[in-house]
């Protein structure tokens, strides 16, 4: 049974999904999932998944109904398809089912392979009328890291740089004895370090990781820090580099020829003769970590790029001229995007979004 959603439904659905936001940072890797009853136009009960292994967003919302008769004559509003398999909590498709709840508005299908379908099914062979898509886009966008994970079985890839007004990055490559240019301003460091606070995973390069030593942490904003990981497959870095210092996992991906393994790393050796980034990915993967920020160099974007794998690109535009260092528009043309989108946060700095061809948007 296929119905029309109204604007009533996205009204409640844009409730579900705020709902869903408080869950942010503590889901993972489960989705964040938001869900709403309403009577006769008024919300009566209302609920998010607050962390992974907690109950679902619909227990939250279905157990909040004061009044269970009104159960009878309401309509759950849900940003994820209720789950229909025995996880760490019974089925929620169930759950509705017994509560006697005649319709249910859900914003997309959940393709964690266990749901995938089925959890509509069931409802809807139970006689509950299901209305699926509302607010779709929004849905999918707000979980976009759990829903990469599922349909292409690697995390979900941010690449993010800044590049000066003419156009370079990374001039230390040509002039390593150079102090490093600092293309970012206090206001661009902040939008960096709450991305960071988002995602699951960093990466650097070896080169990047000698000549900047970043911490990698979550300093100007608050959340916390997601794992460390260096791709140094000769050993370049030294063991007194901040990667190393212990405060937040690292992870070093490197060949088996490296004879050392600095200090403070899980260290996984990758096979030189195969696809490096892809061992990577599947390595995180293996590992449910569900997202991944590259902040460079320019040398592992270009692969990131080359390969297809990544799903959206943060570059900043700073008000510097460098004049010579890698050529950022190698990365826009190999980047090779469909769909961007920019805003002028300040007369200063330009962020500019992209994102590529295979986006789950
Ligand atoms: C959630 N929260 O609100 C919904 C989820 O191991 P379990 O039992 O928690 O099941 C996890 C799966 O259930 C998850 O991967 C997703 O497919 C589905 N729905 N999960 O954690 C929720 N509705
Ligand atoms: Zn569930």
């Not at 010579?324 to 500019?352: F, I, P």
Request: aromatic share 6%.
């Amino acid at each position: 049974m296929y119905s029309k959603s109204t604007n009533e439904d996205e009204r409640f659905m844009r409730r579900c999904l705020a709902l869903a936001r408080c869950g942010a940072g503590r889901t993972a890797p489960n989705p964040m999932v938001g869900a709403v009853v309403v009577h006769e136009g008024r919300i009566i009960g209302e609920g998010y998944h607050r962390a992974f292994g907690g109950p679902h967003a619909e227990v939250h919302a279905i157990a909040a109904v004061r009044d269970r008769d009104l159960l009878r004559r309401s309509t759950l509003y849900v940003t994820l398809e209720p789950c229909s398999h025995h996880g760490k909590t019974p089925p929620c498709a169930d759950l509705i089912r017994r509560s006697g709840i005649p319709r249910v508005v859900v914003a997309c299908v959940d393709p964690f392979p266990k749901v995938a379908g089925r959890g509509i099914g069931l409802l809807r062979e139970a006689g509950v009328e299901v209305v699926v898509g509302v607010l779709e886009a929004e849905a999918r966008h707000m979980n976009r890291f759990f829903l990469t994970a599922q349909t292409e079985q690697r995390p979900y890839v941010i690449l993010k740089w800044a590049e000066s007004a003419d156009g370079f990055i990374d001039a230390q490559r040509l002039h390593a004895d150079r102090p490093p240019v600092r293309l970012s301003d206090e206001r661009s460091t902040r939008a960096v370090h709450s991305l960071r606070a988002e995602v699951a995973s960093i990466l650097v390069g070896a080169r990047t990781a000698r000549l900047d030593d970043p911490s990698l942490t979550v300093r100007h904003w608050s959340g916390p820090s997601p794992v460390r990981l260096l791709l140094d497959r000769h050993g370049q870095v030294p063991p007194t580099a901040h990667l190393f210092d212990g405060r937040v996992p690292t992870l070093l991906f490197t060949s088996p020829s490296n004879p050392t393994t600095p200090p403070n790393v899980t260290r996984i050796d990758v096979d030189p003769a195969q696809p490096v980034l892809q061992q990577l990915l599947q390595a995180l993967h293996e590992r449910q970590i569900q997202s991944l920020l590259v902040e460079g160099g320019a040398e592992l974007h270009s692969h990131f790029i080359r390969e297809g794998l990544w799903d959206e690109a943060h570059v900043e535009t700073a008000p510097i001229l460098l004049r010579d260092g890698v050529r950022a528009a190698d990365l826009h043309s190999e980047g090779d995007a469909v769909r961007w989108s920019d805003r002028t946060d300040n007369k200063k700095h330009l962020l500019t979004v992209f994102f590529h061809r295979r986006q789950v948007l």
